[in-house]
């Protein structure tokens, strides 16, 4: 577990894999709400998350009284988005924040914590996309120090929708 600013990390377990269904169900919901087509209820399962956590990491926030309030998953490569990479990154997916629980600039610290993690292992970047439909997400992330290297116009879901992707990239201090 790693404590930060009043914030508690710790790496999710299978027991916690209804725990992240949920919160990406609610983050999916609140997307639509807002009139961002991008997650979609549902999508995630508990076995999608437990391979997750079994391919790379997945990670909780919790506050200060216990609470989950957001989580995220780290993987060690993203060939369907990126390509095959030499191993100089960490990639972010599912930046998920618990928006009733949630303290300001909880998805912020998370993406840090994100950061810290990847510079820990030696590499010096941190990856990720967001689809090319959502322009409030990509200006978030840019506020954040990530600069758009690429653009996939053509992803293919699982469940094989065709949808374009902004390619993020931040360089690390390691």
């Given at each position: ?55 790379g990491e997945v990670w909780l926030a919790e506050d200060a009284d ?77 506020d954040a120090g990530y600069r758009v290297v690429g653009e996939l116009?053509?992803?293919e879901g699982k469940d094989g929708r065709v949808y374009g992707v ?9």
């Amino acid at each position: 577990m790693i404590i930060d600013d009043g914030m508690l990390f710790r790496p999710a377990a299978e027991k916690d894999a209804g725990t992240l269904v949920k919160l990406y169900d609610q983050a999916a919901r609140w997307m639509r709400e807002q009139g961002i087509e991008q997650w979609q209820p549902g999508d995630k399962d508990a076995a999608h998350f437990r391979d997750r956590m079994r391919d790379g990491e997945v990670w909780l926030a919790e506050d200060a009284d216990g609470r989950i309030v957001g989580g995220y998953e780290l993987w060690w490569s993203d060939e369907e988005a990126w390509g095959v990479q030499p191993p100089v990154a960490g990639y972010v997916h599912r930046l998920m924040v618990e928006r009733e629980a949630a303290p300001a600039g909880a998805g912020l610290r998370m993406l840090e914590h994100a950061e810290r993690r990847i510079a820990r292992t030696g590499r010096d970047r941190a990856r990720l996309d967001c689809v090319s439909t959502n322009p409030r997400l990509l200006v978030y992330y840019q506020d954040a120090g990530y600069r758009v290297v690429g653009e996939l116009p053509n992803k293919e879901g699982k469940d094989g929708r065709v949808y374009g992707v902004i390619l993020l990239e931040r360089r690390l201090a390691v």
